[in-house]
């Protein structure tokens, strides 16, 4: 069954500093797509970054980036240069892409990471 | 592209009230999906369109709930009879199709008294 698991209930860093957010994910589809999403406290799911099962390089969306570890099953999400505006609740998803999948996004917990001036 | 949008984006209810709530994806989207997210969670799914095509549902979707995409364009959810369970953020979330990225609106906030 698909699971992700984020096992940081909360972050701390200092601003301008880089921060890294840990996700590992389990499925047994070959073909699938990860995703991270900043939720602040409005609730809007705003979408960061993607990173496809085959992709051969790890993404990269200005300050954000993906370490994309196929192996260890595991995308932890990198945050360069954090900035105050950067506090928020940061989940992680993924998508089974095969044949007959619907594309519905399976989400872990999320972290919750504060930005400190 | 104007977003997703949702209206209300907070609704308070009395328990065994039906509310409904509605979804305007991004045009030209043919995917729609309603996920519920309870506090302190991540969003669970719950239901998905192709255009007007309801093609899959959650079994967290019980028969109180009923989800609608007429024309294939705006969609609605409806909880018939609520409880105090229901309360949760409903979001939902449109695309171009399967394997793009799914574009969240703000939410609906709802909350059973």
């Known amino acids: 069954a698909q699971k992700i698991t984020q096992t940081q209930p909360g972050m701390f860093v200092q601003e301008k500093e880089a921060v890294t957010l840990d996700c590992t994910y389990d499925?047994?589809?070959?073909?699938?797509?990860l995703f991270w999403y900043k939720q602040p406290s409005s609730g809007e799911m705003i979408f960061l970054i993607y990173q496809g099962s085959y992709d051969q390089q790890n993404a990269t969306e200005g300050r954000y980036s993906l370490n994309f570890q196929k192996a260890r099953k595991s995308a932890n999400l990198v945050i360069s240069a954090s900035q105050l505006g950067d506090s928020a609740m940061y989940f992680c998803?993924?998508?089974?892409?095969?044949?007959?999948?619907?594309?519905?996004?399976?989400f872990g917990q999320g972290t919750e990471l504060s930005v400190k001036p | 592209d104007t977003g997703v949008s949702q209206n209300p984006r907070h609704k308070i209810t009395k328990r065994g009230q039906n509310v409904t709530f509605r979804c305007d994806p991004i045009s030209e989207h043919n995917r729609l999906y309603w996920y519920r997210q309870t506090l302190g969670q991540g969003p669970e799914f719950l239901t998905y369109f192709q255009n007007e095509a309801q093609l899959e549902k959650s079994r967290l979707l019980s028969d109180r709930f009923s989800a609608e995409r007429p024309k294939g364009s705006f969609s609605t959810l409806e909880i018939q009879r609520t409880e105090q369970g229901d309360s949760a953020m409903y979001l939902c979330?449109?695309?171009?199709?399967?394997?793009?990225?799914?574009?969240f609106g703000p939410g609906t906030r709802l909350l059973v008294l």
């Open positions: 998803a993924m998508r089974e892409i095969g044949y007959n999948q619907g594309g519905k996004l399976i």
């Open positions: 979330a449109s695309s171009p199709g399967q394997v793009e990225t799914q574009y």
């Open positions: 499925t047994s589809d070959p073909s699938y797509g």
